[in-house]
């Protein structure tokens, strides 16, 4: 297949419980094989959901969106293809006769994957201090400073003020917040 293929979102299904294993697993062999240019995001999707303890105080959690799925950015080949469907815990790719089938455009907008450029565009942009709004979840609109940076996860770890002034961290993806 041609290099210059352009990648597309994919939906495998997986053991119920084991997106998270799946995703760092696939993750780790596409580095060890130098797989970068074919397989490029894997994502499981998840909401930060406000729950309210037997103790009465709220609780932040992340709760996965498509339980036993996860997305992955890539252009198949058979070697990207083989990583992914030969990957413990993954049962195959959604399609007939698992046959890969690319989601639309229309599709990934509506499983809430946002297809512009970040916001901010990598870890690299951002810095430990700075203040941010939430651009998508549950604390949209919600501001906040940035206390730690995860480069690996493209995630930022934010402080906001929430629950009557507590200052409350959360994780949020990179694609989730914006400058101020």
Not at 20 to 40: D, H, L, P, S, W
Request: a negative charge; hydrophobic letters at 35%.
């Amino acid at each position: 297949m041609s290099e210059l293929q352009e990648s597309r979102w994919y939906v495998v299904h997986t053991y119920s419980g084991h997106e998270n294993k799946v995703k760092a697993t696939i993750e780790k062999a596409v580095k060890t094989r130098g797989m970068e240019q074919f397989i490029q995001e894997v994502v499981v999707p998840t909401e930060d959901v406000v729950e309210t303890t037997k103790t009465g105080k709220e609780k932040v959690r992340q709760r996965k969106i498509y339980p036993s799925y996860v997305l992955i950015k890539m252009i198949i080949t058979d070697e990207s293809w083989y990583i992914v469907r030969n990957t413990k815990g993954v049962t195959g790719f959604v399609g007939p006769g698992s046959k890969p089938v690319p989601l639309s455009d229309a599709e990934v907008e509506a499983m809430g994957i946002d297809l512009t450029v970040f916001k901010v565009s990598g870890p690299e942009d951002l810095e430990e201090g700075e203040v941010v709004t939430i651009t998508a979840g549950p604390f949209v609109g919600q501001t906040g400073t940035v206390k730690q940076i995860d480069t690996h996860n493209d995630t930022a770890r934010i402080c906001i003020d929430a629950f009557g002034g507590k200052e409350t961290p959360l994780e949020v993806s990179l694609k989730n917040i914006e400058r101020i």
